[in-house]
C-alpha cells in the first residue's frame, strides 16, 4: 500500500529514511526546502504491518515555456534494492504523480554500486532507459564517488590508514597555523567569495552565496560550514584572520558528505584542504557515521586526465573508488524529452561560457 507524505506523517518518513542504509540527504524533506522551486512529494510504501518498508522522495519542476514538468527522485528509491514488489510500487505511485503534474520524464540516479546488475536489469524490464555520460560530473549528481568506510575505526587508525603524503599535508597545514572553525551565516559571505574563485579556476559554475545561507537554516544540524583561517600579520603588530578556505558538509543517517569546497589563489601550498577533509571526517566519527563521501570523481582516471589531481588528492585518504549506477530516465512524451533534454543540455553550456567570461579577472 502506498501513499502522498503529509506533516502528520512526515517525522515517521523522515525516521525511516535517516535510519536505512539507502538514506540520503537528498531524500529527505529537509533537502526539499532547500529547493524552493519545486514541488516536493514524497512517497511511502506500507508493509502488512503498517510499517514503512520503502519511500521516494520526488522533487518536480516546470519547465519555463514547455507547459511540462521534469521529475527527479535525487539517490531514491529508499528501500531493500532486492524488494522489487515495494520499488514497483514506489514507481507506479510516481507515475499517477507524473500525470497529475503533466510530466516529461522522471530521472532516478540511486546509491547503487553499477556491480549490482540484478537492479539494473530490473530498471531496464521496468522501462527505465540509462542516460549516456556521467563520467565528467554530466549528470545531475555524480555518478562516480569516492567513499571512505569507517567501520568504527577511531581518530588514530584511521589517521594511521592515510597514506603518508596526505597525512603530512594534514600536519603541515597544523604547523603552519592554518585552523578550521565552525562557522555560522556571517562567514556565508567570505566562502561565496572562495567559491566564485575556485569556480573561475576550475571552469564550473557555482551557486549564489544566498543558496549557502540557505542550505544552514534549512537543513540546521544536519550541516556546517567549516572555514580555514590564516592569521596574518598587520602593520601595528596585531594580526587579522583571513579565511583561505571552506567546505560545506551534510551529516544525515549513518553518512556525512563533503558537498562544497573552495579555496583562495593564494597559500594553497599551506594544504588547508588536508586539515578541512579531516575536521569533517572527525565530524562522521564523532556522530558514529559509517560513511564518509567525498563525492564526485571523473571516471576516467587515467594521469593525463585534467582532474586527476582532483582524484590523487582524494585517494590519498585511502577510501574506496565507487561507480553508481548511473542517471536513468522513465521516458513519459518521447517528443518532448528530445526537445527539452536538448534545449536544456545547450542552455547548461551557453551559461557556463557567460559565467566563466562574466567571472575572470574578478
Not at 535525487?74 to 524488494?83: E, F, K, L, M, Y
Request: charged share 25%.
Amino acid at each position: 500500500m502506498t501513499e502522498l507524505i503529509n506533516q502528520t506523517t512526515v517525522a515517521e518518513y523522515e525516521a525511516f529514511v535517516q535510519g536505512h542504509p539507502k538514506g540520503n540527504f537528498a531524500q529527505s524533506s529537509y533537502w526539499a526546502k532547500q529547493k524552493p522551486a519545486w514541488t516536493w512529494r514524497a512517497i511511502a510504501c506500507r508493509g502488512e504491518d503498517g510499517a514503512i518498508k520503502g519511500t521516494l522522495s520526488v522533487l518536480i519542476r516546470k519547465m519555463p515555456g514547455f507547459g511540462k514538468t521534469m521529475m527527479y527522485a535525487s539517490r531514491g528509491p529508499v528501500c531493500d534494492i532486492d524488494d522489487y514488489a515495494t520499488m514497483d510500487e514506489l514507481f507506479a505511485k510516481a507515475k499517477e504523480l507524473a500525470k497529475e503534474y503533466h510530466a516529461y520524464v522522471f530521472k532516478i540516479d540511486p546509491d547503487i554500486p553499477s556491480s549490482e546488475t540484478a537492479f539494473s536489469d530490473y530498471m531496464q524490464k521496468y522501462g527505465f532507459i540509462l542516460k549516456s555520460g556521467g563520467a565528467k560530473f554530466e549528470a545531475i549528481q555524480p555518478r562516480y564517488v569516492y567513499r571512505l568506510y569507517l567501520n568504527g575505526r577511531g581518530e588514530d587508525e584511521l589517521l594511521a590508514s592515510f597514506h603518508q603524503k596526505t597525512r603530512y599535508n594534514i600536519r603541515l597545514a597544523q604547523r603552519k597555523g592554518v585552523r578550521v572553525e565552525i562557522c555560522g551565516k556571517e562567514m556565508v559571505p567570505e566562502f561565496g567569495k572562495l567559491m566564485l574563485t575556485t569556480g573561475v579556476r576550475d571552469g564550473f559554475v557555482t551557486r549564489e552565496p544566498q543558496y549557502f545561507a540557505d542550505m544552514l537554516d534549512n537543513l540546521g544540524e544536519h550541516a556546517r560550514l567549516y572555514m580555514a583561517f590564516l592569521d596574518e600579520p598587520q602593520a601595528d603588530g596585531t594580526t587579522k584572520a583571513v579565511p583561505i578556505a571552506g567546505t560545506l558538509a551534510i551529516h544525515y543517517g549513518d553518512k556525512v558528505w563533503y558537498l562544497y569546497g573552495a579555496s583562495s589563489n593564494e597559500h594553497r601550498n599551506y594544504m588547508p584542504n588536508y586539515l578541512l577533509q579531516w575536521e569533517m571526517i572527525r565530524w562522521a566519527i564523532e556522530t558514529g557515521c559509517r560513511v564518509y563521501d567525498f563525492r564526485g570523481v571523473p571516471g576516467d582516471v587515467g594521469e593525463d586526465h585534467p582532474l586527476y589531481g582532483l582524484v590523487k588528492f582524494k585517494r590519498g585518504f585511502n577510501g574506496d573508488y565507487t561507480e553508481f549506477v548511473g542517471e536513468l530516465d522513465l521516458v513519459l512524451n518521447k517528443f518532448w524529452y528530445r526537445v527539452i533534454e536538448k534545449s536544456t543540455s545547450a542552455f547548461k553550456e551557453v551559461r557556463k561560457k557567460v559565467y566563466l567570461i562574466k567571472n575572470r579577472g574578478k
